[in-house]
């Protein structure tokens, strides 16, 4: 409050009295902005590195508070409020991982593409044409290699333009307990860890036990093959129901519930159906099922938040033998991954009823309240009692039956408590934990008896900036600002040592488009204050002044 | 009045412990700037990058914590946020509860009819939930706790007050008062209010021992402002950085110990008080 | 004895007052700043399903016609879909319910039990060493913020010493049939005493100190000495005529107890993951589910309420120099 009854004095005097005394002077001077960023509770890394950004941008003559507040109100203002006069500027942001992200095409396109500047995922307002050319270029290359230079220019042309700060890319955590899982028979999968279904299939319990027993630090919200409300959601959806193609341990779309597929041109997909397939109460998965789970989500109405990802299907045929082909709108290198990758298989004879008695009635399929889960994947839906605990039990007909004979899932919200029950043995797999690095690291080799693997995550964090107001419109600040930030202390002091440094949206995890080398760049305070000088900025009374002629409303 | 606060002192060990503890954190309070060892906010560097989860040393009386920040300054600074938490609810709560208390018993009628049905109100809204509402309405502030307490602690000593007022209003000196000509005003401020001020203290100090629990455990929810030191936050802090795991008792004992001797000064005070004005549980 | 329709009145009354907190809590939640969906940020969300939810949600209405919805919908007991289950907030309600009632219940009768014996005993001690001692403890206990103690019990008791179970109300896979045959179950009970614990210990200082002013007041009365002086059973006599003293004062602040503690559970069912309308609470106001923060507050509220009308009816049977007439 009173830094800013001082800040307003300090204005009043400025406008009032330096008009007169300096009346040649044109620079103005660079307002006083906010760092937004969670409360500390949400996120302790990113919490620090803000202050450490803020203390460090401010030695540029900037003037930067950090702004902690709750989601719901950063959100608001950061993504609803994007377009108002008087806005967010800088705010810290995370993008997290998920199995379709490991393909480079969300990211490319979604995050910076012209389209999605007004309400989309572009809430900077990044606008290139240059780049939108090659975010839409990407996307219907189908070879890879060509792909990747695509890929590869476009995240030169994102460093070039310092449309983000970029900060890290996390380790992820996850332990097991391995007296009772054979020690190294968890699979990692790229960029995901080691919590992911290649693991729920292949671990190996040992020593009498039958269980994984996982922990989640946030609420499981919904159960439902049309609705995830959050990524805890999916660690389930996406075992009970299968899909026709899964992201592999390398991060690549492979055959799953189909056998095999086909490109018979660039438009036309031909997918095979595994045979002898059978749901959770017996029936057999037809191809009937596959059109059905993939027209369902065409009704955007009904099921919205999987209808983005078949709108490019413009239809399906069945053509016997087990085939479904898909003729697809346009081609599309990501369709492998962000649809038949993505897409839930579910029976028609049991979804297909609940559907048409929810058409007109106002509600969706996202408030299915289901007496069962039927699914055909390798584990099948036994119990969840809300806020505590979510009961799966191995399918043991599936192709791939998993080793464990049930999963289990612990709801418990506080970090501190799951950690506990992890030592205690009341939970055996550390499936989500958000804490400090350094504290896990002493118990894993306190307690003698865990095994602990990191892996570079494909989510990042970074400090966004507002491209719409000035001085962010200005690439020499942005530049200025980003290369400020010194990745080293970030890595070490924010997130001691618990991440690798990030320069791009694609993370080394997905090492065949992570473009080499773009991680490496130089930064320091001089070299910023450099860029700012060579850009027409003057620093007076210890405060950042435009260039002469540049004011803040144009 | 300064016979009775004499008296308290004299009989009752309990009120001088906890008058005793007050002026203790008053004075660290006071003298925040001058003790403190450090900035309590600021994140500290070691030579080998950030200075998290230091052990106590010279330079960090009770270490640092997972930030890098100063744990003894922190537990310094805490106070400050304690005393004005605290002292504004007592604040509050007198000041509300004997205006509403003193209005109410002595005009009755439909005023007095309004404020007991405004206070069932008050006291029909489950406290803690209540703050935590007012805290996402109002986003995060150490105030919520005070407004809260205001807004719903008022009616336990407006109704004491009330009744009070009420065997004061047929006292024979009052009726002199009245038909001396004395204004309603003159009467409850000048005869009625100074018979009741014992009670509004009584009902000061117990609020304060509720503000600072109540600010302690909002904040531990997570509904407290991220950029002001109190224990409370200290605790939130220590808890969400995993203090139990890192065993850094150094870290959420004591706040939680300044907690507990703020919150049972409050008690001990409000105690020799009860024994004073409700003799028949004194020896 | 008492006034039938006095009662029916004060019912009346107890709804009316029920009402203006809802609409209070009504107008709080939609007047908040920021919109009432950023909870669903982070999917892809599209700006058709932004506008369908809205409309889903009957944000689109005026003010006014939400609070008349708002209304009639709670009075047929439909507190409306929860924005993050998608579930109606009465069912989440319900389920959540009996956890927290089991919680607060058993703690309190730890809490009455102890406080009650504790406080005859500490008025027997009078002036002696022990009482100088127990008094300033027990206003300690009172002292002491609920999570810490919980902090602590839990780093104690579960991490280190391995006695009880860490959180939850089953270890993992234990399923529970219905709510009865969890309510039914040893196991839920094992997991239910640390958390009673720690609520018992804040919650016994009450009822002692209660108890112990009633002893204390009995013990002064002249029939006391006398028997005393004739040899007969003094402690006997005292814990009778106290125990009848003290009946209405104790039986009166349980009633309360039940409905405060209820609110006061929040923390602790934070701290040892229980799933109850505490928690459920803490987790919609913080992800902006309005519709579940208002029914879950709503509940609170009623059994506050329900609890100060209780106290007072318990009042009016008990205390024969009460009248419910001249009382009102």
Redesign the interface.
């Known amino acids: 409050m009173r830094k800013k009854l001082i800040a307003i004095f300090a204005g009043l005097i400025s406008s009032l009295i330096l008009p007169f005394l300096v009346s040649s002077a044109s620079a103005e001077e660079v307002r006083s902005m906010k760092l937004w960023a969670r409360?500390?509770?949400a996120g302790?890394a990113p919490?620090?590195a803000a202050?450490?950004i803020a203390?460090t941008l401010n030695e540029l003559g900037l003037d930067i508070t950090?702004n902690?507040?709750?989601?719901?109100?950063m959100?608001?203002q950061v993504?609803?409020k994007r377009l108002d006069e008087d806005t967010w500027d800088l705010t810290m942001w995370q993008m997290v991982s998920r199995p379709e992200r490991s393909d480079p095409d969300e990211f490319t396109y979604n995050l910076f593409h012209s389209s999605t500047a007004e309400?989309?995922y572009n809430f900077i307002g990044y606008v290139s044409s240059a780049y939108d050319e090659l975010a839409e270029k990407q996307r219907v290359t189908m070879d890879p290699d060509a792909r990747k230079q695509i890929v590869d220019q476009a995240q030169q042309l994102l460093a070039d333009d310092a449309a983000n700060a970029y900060l890290v890319h996390p380790l992820l955590n996850f332990a097991y307990d391995n007296t009772q899982f054979k020690d190294g028979s968890a699979i990692e999968q790229a960029g995901l860890g080691i919590k992911n279904i290649w693991t729920y299939l292949n671990i190996e319990p040992i020593n009498g036990n039958n269980?994984l027993?996982a922990q989640s630090l946030d609420?499981i919200?919904?159960i439902n093959p049309f609705?995830?409300?959050?990524g805890t959601d999916s660690w389930i959806t996406e075992i009970v129901w299968d899909r026709l193609l899964r992201i592999g341990p390398n991060g690549t779309p492979q055959p799953w519930a189909a056998e095999s597929f086909n490109w018979v041109n660039e438009q036309t997909i031909d997918v095979t159906l595994r045979s002898g397939m059978s749901w959770h109460d017996g029936q057999p998965v037809t191809t009937e099922d596959v059109i059905f789970s993939f027209e369902a989500p065409m009704d955007?109405?009904m099921v919205?938040?999987y209808s983005?990802f078949v709108k490019n299907i413009d239809s399906m045929e069945d053509m016997g033998n087990n085939v479904v082909r898909f003729n697809l709108k346009s081609s599309n290198a990501a369709f492998l991954t962000s649809t038949l990758a993505k897409i839930n298989l579910v029976p028609k004879h049991y979804y297909g009823p609940i559907i048409d008695s929810l058409k007109g009635t106002?509600?969706?399929a996202?408030?299915i309240?289901e007496e069962k889960r039927i699914g055909s994947g390798p584990f099948k839906f036994?119990?969840w009692?809300?806020?505590?605990?979510v009961?799966l039990e191995a399918n043991s007909g599936h192709f791939n039956p998993p080793k464990i004979n049930?999963w289990?899932m612990?709801?418990?919200?506080?970090?501190?408590?799951a950690?506990?029950?992890f030592?205690?043995g009341?939970?055996n797999f550390l499936t989500d934990y958000k804490?400090?690095p350094?504290?896990l690291a002493?118990?894993v080799e306190e307690d003698g008896d865990i095994t602990l693997v990191k892996s570079v995550d494909v989510g990042f964090q970074y400090m966004a900036m507002n491209h719409r107001r000035a001085p962010f419109d200005d690439v020499n600040f942005r530049r200025a600002v980003s290369l400020a930030i010194d990745r080293d202390?970030m890595v070490?002091?924010?997130w001691?040592g618990n991440a690798v440094k990030a320069g791009s949206h694609i993370s080394p995890a997905l090492s065949f488009y992570h473009k080499d080398g773009i991680t490496e760049f130089e930064t320091g305070i001089d070299l910023a204050k450099k860029i700012l000088e060579d850009a027409g900025y003057t620093v007076k009374n210890g405060r950042l002044h435009y260039p002469e002629g540049v004011s803040e409303k144009h | 009045m300064i016979a009775e606060i004499y008296k308290i002192f004299k009989e009752n060990n309990y009120a001088t412990i906890g008058v005793c503890i007050y002026l203790f954190f008053i004075l660290v309070a006071i003298f925040a700037d001058l003790i403190a060892t450090n900035d309590p906010l600021r994140i500290n560097f070691s030579s080998s990058g950030l200075a998290r989860n230091l052990p106590p040393s010279w330079e960090y009386f009770l270490g640092t914590t997972s930030n890098g920040r100063d744990i003894f300054s922190q537990l310094i600074y805490g106070s400050r946020n304690a005393l004005a938490v605290g002292l504004s609810a007592a604040l509050a709560v007198a000041i509300l509860g004997t205006i509403v208390g003193l209005i109410s018993g002595f005009y009755g009628g439909w005023i007095d009819n309004l404020i007991m049905r405004l206070a069932d109100i008050a006291l029909g809204l489950p406290f803690l939930p209540f703050v935590i509402v007012l805290a996402a309405f109002l986003g995060p502030s150490s105030w919520n706790v005070v407004i809260a307490i205001g807004l719903l602690l008022w009616p336990n000593a407006g109704r004491i007050i009330r009744s009070q007022v009420l065997t004061l209003r047929e006292r024979g000196y009052i009726e002199s008062a009245k038909v001396s000509g004395c204004s309603n005003f003159r009467i409850i401020f000048l005869h009625i209010a100074p018979n009741i001020l014992p009670l509004s203290f009584l009902y000061g100090s117990i609020a304060i021992g509720w503000a600072i629990l109540t600010e302690a455990s909002v904040s531990f929810l997570g509904f407290g402002p991220s950029d002001v030191i109190s224990w409370g936050y200290m605790l939130q802090d220590a808890y969400s950085s995993q203090a139990l795991s890192l065993g850094a008792y150094i870290w959420f004992i004591p706040p939680g110990i300044c907690i507990v001797l703020m919150v049972v000064a409050g008690f001990f005070i409000s105690r020799g008080y009860e024994e004073i004005l409700f003799p028949k549980i004194k020896k | 004895m008492f006034d039938f329709w006095s009662i029916v009145r004060r019912f009346l009354y107890m709804l009316f007052v029920l009402w203006i907190v809802a609409t209070i809590i009504f107008f709080m939640f939609r007047l908040m700043p920021g919109s009432p969906l950023t909870a669903f940020i982070g999917t892809t969300f599209t700006d058709e399903q932004h506008d369908l939810l809205v409309k889903r949600f009957g944000l689109d209405k005026s003010l006014f016609e939400q609070y008349t919805l708002f209304i009639v919908n709670t009075l047929k007991g439909d507190f409306g879909l929860s924005f993050t289950y998608n579930k109606p907030v009465i069912n989440m309600i319900i389920e959540a319910l009996p956890n927290s009632i089991i919680l607060t219940l058993f703690s309190l009768v730890i809490a009455y039990i102890f406080g009650v014996i504790a406080g005859a005993y500490l008025a027997w001690k009078r002036a002696t060493f022990i009482e100088g001692f127990s008094i300033p403890i027990v206003l300690t206990t009172r002292s002491a913020p609920e999570f810490w103690l919980g902090m602590i019990a839990l780093a104690f008791f579960s991490f280190q010493l391995d006695i009880f179970p860490s959180g939850g109300t089953s270890a993992a896979g234990v399923i529970y049939e219905t709510t009865l045959s969890k309510l039914t179950s040893l196991h839920f009970y094992y997991h239910l005493i640390l958390p009673s614990l720690v609520l018992a210990l804040y919650l016994q200082g009450l009822p002692l100190l209660l108890m112990r002013s009633n002893m204390l007041e009995v013990m002064q009365e002249d029939f006391v000495t006398m028997s005393k002086m004739k040899g007969l059973s003094s402690w006997r006599i005292v814990i009778y005529h106290a125990a009848r003293n003290a009946l209405l004062p104790v039986a009166t602040a349980f009633t309360l107890g039940v409905g405060f503690a209820f609110g006061g559970n929040v923390v602790i069912e934070t701290v040892f993951s229980w799933p109850g309308l505490g928690r459920l609470l803490v987790f919609a106001v913080s992800s902006s589910d309005y519709p579940l923060a208002q029914g879950a507050f709503i509940f609170l509220t009623a059994i506050l309420i329900l609890m100060n009308f209780l106290a007072d009816l318990l009042y009016l049977f008990l205390d024969p120099r009460v009248s419910y007439k001249t009382k009102n």
């Open positions: 409360e500390q509770a302790p919490h620090t202050l450490i203390q950090v902690a507040v709750p989601w719901p109100q959100a608001d993504w609803y309400k989309g269980d027993v609420e919200q919904a609705f995830i409300s959050g955007a109405e919205p938040m983005p106002g509600n969706n996202e408030t309240i036994v119990d009692r809300q806020r505590e605990q009961i049930r289990i612990k709801e418990i919200p506080n970090v501190e408590a950690l506990g029950m030592r205690k009341e939970v804490g400090d350094a504290v002493n118990i202390v070490n002091a924010a001691a």
